[in-house]
């Protein structure tokens, strides 16, 4: 939970000149409104500033949020509005940066207001459902009046150029009954600067329409406007689906309604009341009431309030069910008024679950399909992806299950998709690499509608995964001003960011060439080189920044070409590809984003390999299959899932000075695995397993919330001389568990398996320890080694790390998987002798 309080809402005037059926302040289950002042007096609002200005200064806030609200806050005047704000500005200005704001039904904005708001720095907002007929549905005066030219006139008053920049933007509320696309369009043509859609306010007590009895209408209403919103370039930002992006990204949502960041958030009623968040007002009769006043109470009073602090909990007091979803993350369980239901309180999914599994699945998946949606036609949605029955407790065992692992990987391919979309899509100019980038992008979207099965498959690249994140983290970072930091993902240098743009070129051109799709366009060079993820490269003399490509159907060609008559085969580099049974995976030494997951610990420089001599591609393939025949005989319960997910192996230059692979850093690529070149000493076997547990609890944390990372928080773990964060200590956990079961294996079964030293496994290795590693004791030892520091770690979790619902069942998970282990040790090596004596014993006589 925030430990501090930056947004207030105020409500100064508790009557409105509209009667809307939908108003969750007059219609819904609370009434309090009834017994409280009609406005709020200047005393309030003097106390309510003190009160703000003194939490401002405790906790340094530098920007605090004021909304002034009702009612309808502009029935108090422009005078006493005119001291209102005066008050705030007199107590805040020279203590935060004070962003102040007004929500309002817009029928009596005039300009006196709006000359008040310029000279006070007031952003106005307004409340409108769309054209006439989908606004007169509930927004009306209470004589049955229509509202709707009213509103209209207020927002021709604020697109006029001397009160444009008071434009806040418009709220919208659903309705499922209204046409969306009418509704949208009647919305762009008030030409706002943002946009809103607020679902209805209801419970599991008096739940939303839903016409017909379809489950989720208003995922389906909010999936028109979005496919129409994208068609046409995104021309305004819409609040909603940009939370919901954001939050699948891992940033907050900046929102209530969706998203697990908590929202810092205080409204103050007309009599000086603090309450919880007016959306409460729909539960039950006081539910937004506290108890406390700003005359009693300071605001970190208010902020330890239990209701408070159940809303702002990063997993937000979720039910069993919420957690289990692996969407969660990305709809927070909806907002919080929305789980009521009498006799359980909010211990409930919310009312619109149904909705949101699919707005947080298909939103931010959708981004990719940029492509025109003809009016008035439903898109045919993308599935929703979540782990099926029992997937996650199979995870929190070890190993998990072949069909939770794809389900991983439909995860991780909507979150490519998302990424993918998430980039500019707006004209970059007439260069060479922006030429590339919109064909790119152009070609992606056809195919992505004529072979989605094809397109898929090369999002499903875990390096267009790696590209996409990188790219957009590095135009953050320019956006902000740090273009110099390194934020990770591809190649860095002058001139990158055009280059990274173009990238999706290469995308559009692996999708077509796997589609058997015939095409034409220019690809970015790097180092002569230009790539299609997953496919191969090709080889490029004389190019400028890009160079011209013929992709040829597959049936007639199997090589994409350059521009010219020249189609030697000796310019095309293909991806290689192991295809034992045992493990059927690509090795890539050719992707330009291939090094993105890996870094060496102490160096900064490239660790990927390049291209290997075909005496390194046999010494991989032999190291590959063994390592593939090994883990599926002796720990198939792993194998199986490993050999779903994993879809390319990339090799790395070991660190110098260490025998081992380097060591990885940051979150890891679901699918990828990195790994240096293998040698007598290299326990292939050991590092795809942790690799695999490594990447798989990446994808799940992606997921789930696991901990309560409010403060950061430190435990002690036996592979490490100091504490460190708990997200790194359960991902050494993980691996501990997976390896006492290879070892365990490697102990109890034939002596003859490759020699083992994991990369976080025990100190075992010697110039002579690949003779020591064949016998049974060594594996034997190294298992009681990870058994007894996976058992330290899995305590030290449990105990100090703040687990959230999904952490503490999952940590209870390992914990069951390392009894299980404990209570069937290792033989020793001297049980081992007798009962070989027996053996020989009793086939002698």
């Not at 875990?462 to 956006?479: D, I, K, M, N, T």
């Not at 950061?712 to 964060?725: E, I, L, N, Y």
């Not at 007798?834 to 014993?841: E, K, V």
């Amino acid at each position: 939970m925030p430990s501090f309080i930056d947004q207030y809402v105020l409500k100064v005037h508790g009557a409105c000149d509209l009667a809307c059926d939908h108003c969750y302040v007059y219609e819904h289950a609370d009434q309090s409104w009834r017994t409280k002042p009609r406005t709020m007096s200047p005393a309030v609002a003097e106390q309510v500033a003190r009160r703000i200005a003194e939490h401002a200064r405790s906790h340094a806030i530098p920007t605090v949020r004021i909304t002034l609200h009702g009612g309808e806050p502009l029935l108090l005047g422009v005078a006493r509005l005119r001291e209102l704000i005066r008050t705030f500005r007199t107590a805040l200005d020279d203590v935060v940066r004070l962003g102040l704001h007004i929500q309002t039904n817009g029928v009596t904005l005039d300009e006196a207001f709006l000359e008040l708001f310029a000279a006070s720095g007031v952003q106005v907002g307004v409340s409108l459902d769309g054209d006439l007929a989908a606004n007169d549905r509930h927004r009306r005066y209470a004589n049955g009046r229509s509202s709707h030219a009213a509103v209209l006139r207020g927002l021709a008053l604020l697109r006029r150029q001397e009160f444009r920049h008071l434009y806040g933007g418009i709220l919208c509320t659903v309705d499922v009954e209204n046409d969306p696309i009418a509704v949208y369009e009647a919305l762009l043509e008030q030409a706002p600067p943002h946009l809103d859609f607020l679902l209805p306010q209801a419970t599991w007590e008096h739940p939303p329409p839903r016409p017909d009895g379809t489950p989720a209408p208003y995922a389906a209403w909010l999936g028109r406007i979005h496919a129409r919103w994208i068609a046409d370039g995104r021309p305004v930002p819409i609040r909603l689906f940009d939370a919901l992006a954001a939050a699948a990204w891992g940033g907050a949502s900046g929102s209530e309604a969706v998203g697990l960041r908590p929202v810092a958030l205080a409204v103050v009623d007309t009599d000086g009341s603090w309450e919880q968040a007016d959306s409460l007002k729909t539960a039950y009769d006081g539910a937004p009431a506290t108890g406390m006043s700003v005359f009693t109470h300071s605001v970190d009073h208010l902020a330890a309030h239990p209701g408070v602090a159940a809303r702002n909990r990063n997993y937000a007091d979720l039910c069993a069910t919420c957690l289990a979803c692996p969407v969660v993350n990305v709809c927070g369980g909806g907002l919080y008024a929305h789980r009521y239901r009498p006799g359980n309180g909010f211990d409930n999914p919310s009312v619109y679950c149904a909705d949101l599994k699919l707005l947080a699945s298909e939103i931010p998946a959708a981004r990719m399909r940029g492509i025109p949606v003809p009016r008035g036609a439903d898109p045919a949605p993308p599935p929703v992806h979540r782990l099926p029955d029992g997937a996650f407790d199979a995870f929190a065992a070890g190993a998990g299950t072949v069909q939770g692992t794809e389900a991983l990987a439909d995860m991780r391919l909507s979150l490519t998709r998302a990424l993918v979309a998430g980039m500019d899509p707006r004209d970059g100019g007439t260069s060479d690499l922006a030429v590339a980038a919109a064909l790119g992008r152009q070609l992606l979207g056809e195919l992505d509608s004529g072979h989605p099965a094809e397109t898929a498959e090369v999002l499903r690249d875990p390096f267009v995964l790696a590209w996409a994140r990188g790219h957009l983290r590095r135009e953050a970072a320019a956006g902000a001003g740090d273009e110099s930091r390194d934020v990770g993902g591809g190649p860095r240098g002058a001139g990158e960011g055009p280059r990274d743009r173009a990238h999706i070129a290469g995308v559009a051109a692996a999708a077509a060439w796997r589609a058997g799709v015939t095409t034409r366009l220019p690809l970015p060079v790097r180092d002569g080189l230009a790539h299609l993820p997953g496919v191969g490269a090709v080889r490029v003399e004389g190019a400028g920044p890009t160079a011209e490509v013929t992709v040829e159907r597959a049936d007639r060609s199997p090589h994409p070409w350059t521009g010219g008559t020249d189609r030697s085969p000796h310019r095309w580099i293909g991806v290689r590809r192991l295809t034992t049974p045992w493990l059927p995976v690509a090795l890539d030494d050719l992707d330009p984003y291939r090094a993105a997951p890996f870094a060496d610990v102490t160096r900064h420089d490239p660790i990927a390999l390049d291209h290997l001599s075909p005496r390194q591609w046999t010494a991989w393939q032999v190291a590959l299959s063994r390592a593939g025949r090994e883990l599926s005989l002796l720990v198939p319960g792993y194998a199986a899932p490993l050999r779903e997910a994993l879809r390319v192996v990339v090799p790395l230059r070991p660190t110098p000075g260490d025998r081992h692979s380097p060591v990885l850093l940051g979150r890891g690529l679901f699918g990828a695995a990195g790994l240096a070149m293998p040698t007598g000493t290299t326990d292939v076997a050991a590092v795809l397993l942790q690799e695999f547990q490594r990447t798989k609890l990446d994808a799940l944390m992606d997921a789930y919330v696991f901990f309560d990372t409010s403060v950061p928080a430190f435990v002690p773990v036996p592979w490490r001389t100091a504490p460190v964060p708990v997200e790194q200590a359960l991902h050494g956990l993980y691996i501990q568990v997976a390896l006492a079961e290879l070892w365990r294996a490697r102990a109890i079964g034939p002596a003859h398996h490759e020699p083992a030293q994991a990369h976080h496994g025990p100190p075992v290795e010697t110039p002579r320890g690949r003779d020591r590693l064949r016998s049974a004791q060594a594996a034997g030892a190294a298992f009681h080694s990870s058994l007894t520091w996976a058992d330290a770690a899995v305590d030290a979790l449990a105990a100090q790390a703040r687990p959230a619902p999904a952490g503490a069942r999952f940590l209870a998970g390992l914990r069951t998987a390392i009894d299980r282990l404990a209570a069937d040790p290792v033989p020793s090596a001297a049980a081992r002798r007798r009962a070989s004596t027996a053996r020989r014993a009793g086939a002698s006589a």
